[in-house]
């Protein structure tokens, strides 16, 4: 779109490096490209793309932050899988919907709390906020994992501290996603989302496999400890990192109230219509599609009839699917609104084949590619939303898309729960397939009717 508010003809469209001339009849090359990607000769190999896929990891603060994060959310994980099992098998008779509700209270504040966080998220010294919102976590996993190991922990008890978590996450996401910006610059943004989406899938790897052991050994209560110690380390990141290399982004005056600041994000989002698309397929595939530990947690329990053990091995096999989107992502140079079409097509149909797959195996196969779709997905939504967003507009924008990506669950996770609970987990993937499906409707709408808005402006 231009500055006029047209639609431009190439908004869809791969925008390639100019190519290098050539003979007439010959094929148009990039500078950097080559008959053959892996080609000694074309100057880019096999460690060239290494390189350039990591290359975030160039940067020191990036690198600290990367560390201490890949540890604290090994235990952010091995919690996931502990209080989902809590839940379910302890508190409750396999209950998917009381699952759902815990779901719903910890990723719903954001809806509640938008216009404060999104004022709050453009002020503030981001490095700050972050090491207060990191320690708040760190405390409320401590506790709660202290109610567990004395035995007085009730359901109520574990909603309220949803509820808690919630509220804290609601001012630390959008900080910790615009303060990625700061860590490399916006040339290299996608590149560190990309990145930091695969540690923190890599850590999903590692965290259930861990917690499945460990439930079994010594119950759910020690996830609890574990986790609340393991933000020590990107607490220690945050210290480390050498505050004269952030590159500071535009912040917005100290006047104004939260309210109105958050209107004008409001309306910066109406006029970027790019943006309303992508929220749109964000809000349909987050709230019926992602709601991952109740698919995995009731086809674990119920239909396959096993343990903590298969459910952390689950998670963790879609966490290998989540590894190689991420990967992926952080390949490319620059999102679009096609890569998000035909991800969600694809997290439809992964969705579709792992509710009919007829035994755990190949159940576990099928939530590779579940988790390759929703991570392709998700990480270039969130890539794309921040490059076509101001700088200084950035923290209510992202505020909004927190707001969708998590305070969505409120709304679709009981829904999902129930269905899980009132026909069967299959069916809840179902669910999850219809969202997919839908999302790339929206997605081929508005590019038919773009399509016809350039034909008119001709």
């Not at 969600?344 to 099928?366: D, E, K, Q, R, S």
């Amino acid at each position: 779109m231009d500055r006029c508010g047209r639609f431009a003809a190439d908004d869809f469209q791969v925008r390639q490096p100019p190519s290098i001339a050539s003979p007439r009849g010959q094929r148009r090359l990039p500078p950097d490209s080559s008959m053959s990607p892996f080609s000694p000769a074309s100057g880019i190999g096999v460690k060239a793309r290494l390189k350039r896929t990591f290359r975030s990891l160039d940067r020191h603060n990036y690198r600290v932050w990367a560390a201490g994060s890949f540890v604290s959310n090994i235990g952010t994980w091995m919690q996931r899988i502990a209080q989902d099992w809590l839940v379910l098998t302890q508190l409750t008779h396999n209950s998917g919907t009381a699952v759902g509700v815990v779901m719903a209270l910890q990723f719903g504040p954001p809806i509640v709390l938008m216009p404060l966080v999104g004022a709050v998220a453009d002020r503030v010294d981001r490095r700050k906020m972050l090491l207060a919102t990191q320690s708040a976590m760190a405390a409320t996993a401590l506790g709660l994992g202290l109610l567990v190991l004395t035995g007085l922990v009730t359901l109520w008890q574990v909603y309220v501290f949803a509820g808690l978590m919630g509220c804290i996450s609601s001012f630390d996401a959008p900080v910790r996603q615009t303060f990625v910006a700061e860590l490399v610059g916006d040339d290299d943004l996608p590149n560190a989302i990309a990145l930091n989406s695969t540690l923190f899938n890599s850590a999903q790897l590692i965290g259930p496999a861990v917690a499945g052991v460990l439930i079994a050994a010594l119950g759910t209560g020690w996830l609890f400890i574990i986790n609340g110690l393991s933000f020590v380390a990107v607490l220690t990141s945050l210290l480390k990192m050498r505050v004269g290399e952030l590159r500071n982004l535009s912040k917005t005056g100290k006047t104004g109230k939260p309210g109105v600041a958050m209107a004008d994000g409001l309306r910066y989002v109406r006029h970027k219509p790019d943006l309303v698309i992508a929220l749109a397929m964000l809000f349909l595939v987050g709230t019926y599609g992602l709601n991952f530990p109740i698919f995995i947690s009731t086809m674990s329990v119920t239909t396959f009839h096993g343990g903590p053990h298969l459910y952390g091995a689950l998670s963790s096999a879609m966490a290998v699917g989540s590894v190689l989107g991420a990967l992926l992502a952080a390949g490319r140079e620059q999102p679009r609104l096609t890569i998000l079409a035909a991800s969600a097509f694809g997290f439809g149909v992964m969705c579709t084949l792992a509710a009919v797959m007829p035994n755990v195996w190949l159940f576990g196969l099928a939530l590779v590619g579940l988790g390759t779709m929703a991570q392709t997905f998700t990480t270039s939504t969130n890539s794309l939303v921040q490059l076509r967003t101001e700088p200084s507009m950035r923290g209510r924008v992202m505020a909004i898309y927190m707001a969708i990506f998590l305070g969505c669950t409120p709304l679709g996770a009981p829904l999902v729960g129930w269905v899980a609970d009132g026909f069967s987990p299959r069916w809840a993937l179902g669910v999850g397939a219809a969202s997919g499906f839908v999302a790339t409707i929206v997605a081929f709408a508005y590019h038919r009717y773009r399509i016809g808005k350039i034909r008119t402006q001709r």
